[in-house]
């Protein structure tokens, strides 16, 4: 493993040669995609390290209160040439915070938010243990699918992964890969719990229709899930608790049909 993250650094460097800035944010995206060619997944951690990640936002905060103060300044001055060159620059600033975000925030696979990116939004900082908001939470497994990965292969679990999370992007609702084939749906507190059981039923209807082909098998995708409501304040583990038994419920009923 150290010789291919070795062979991966030496393409880093040779990528960057040509690039007369780089920031970290750049480095860690091409250090990625080019592991990805070699069938390497990494995750934020391994591409950054806390402290640089906590450092890099620092001097985002930093700079962002410098260019309020110096666009305050530009107008106050009526310098209207001034001003426009602090807008440019806090657009470049937004850039590059966007790009550590979606580094940082995203699944690499299904390109859908990760498991920190719920954790820092939708749990309280203090301990961890308690939502933000008031929403519905949709917790939904995939049925079978070890048996697709070990029948069909990584590469079509992964395929299966991306159009799944694909199509529940479609629900409105926000998609995020808690870890392997598991998936959470959150919806906000104005989508109605009979709205979200139609979307589900509708998604499902879907799946029953359509066929996944790999070389001259065919087979089928379905899932099971489960629903919990949650307000400000509410324990987390017991709302995913809820939905979890929500959902292995829904899978006992398929398994009998």
């Given amino acids: 493993m150290n010789k291919v993250h070795r062979t991966i650094t030496d393409a880093t460097k040779k990528t960057i040669e040509s690039i007369p800035i780089v920031f970290p944010v750049q480095y860690g995206k091409i250090y990625a995609e080019i592991a990805k060619q070699h069938n390497?997944?990494?995750?934020?951690?391994d591409i950054f390290a806390k402290e640089m990640l906590d450092e890099k936002m620092?001097?985002?905060?930093?700079?962002i209160c410098e260019f309020s103060d110096q666009a305050l300044i530009a107008m106050k001055d009526n310098n209207m040439e001034r001003l426009q060159e602090v807008i440019l620059e806090t657009q470049k600033l937004r850039e590059e915070i966007y790009a550590l975000q979606k580094i940082v925030y995203e699944d690499p696979l299904t390109k859908s938010y990760n498991r920190k990116w719920f954790d820092d939004t939708y749990l309280t900082d203090h301990d961890k243990l308690h939502l933000r908001g008031n929403g519905t939470l949709v917790l939904i497994d995939l049925n079978r699918f070890k048996e697709i990965n070990d029948t069909y292969g990584h590469l079509i679990g992964d395929k299966v992964l991306t159009?799944?999370?694909?199509?529940?992007?479609?629900?409105g609702g926000r998609v995020i890969r808690y870890g392997g084939d598991e998936f959470f749906l959150i919806f906000d507190q104005h989508q109605s719990l009979h709205a979200i059981e139609m979307k589900m039923k509708k998604m499902l209807a879907y799946w029953n229709k359509i066929s996944f082909k790999s070389d001259s098998y065919n087979f089928k995708i379905t899932f099971s899930y489960g629903i919990?409501?949650?307000t400000h304040?509410?324990?987390?583990?017991?709302?995913i608790s809820t939905a979890d038994k929500a959902m292995y419920a829904h899978k006992s009923?398929?398994?009998e049909l």
Wanted: hydrophobic share 45%; charged share 30%; with cysteine.
């Fill in 40 to 45: 390497i997944e990494l995750r934020a951690e």
């Fill in 58 to 63: 620092i001097r985002h905060i930093v700079l």
């Fill in 163 to 171: 159009h799944v999370a694909l199509k529940l992007k479609e629900s």
């Fill in 228 to 230: 919990a409501t949650f």
């Fill in 233 to 239: 304040g509410s324990d987390a583990e017991t709302v």
């Fill in 253 to 255: 009923r398929q398994c």
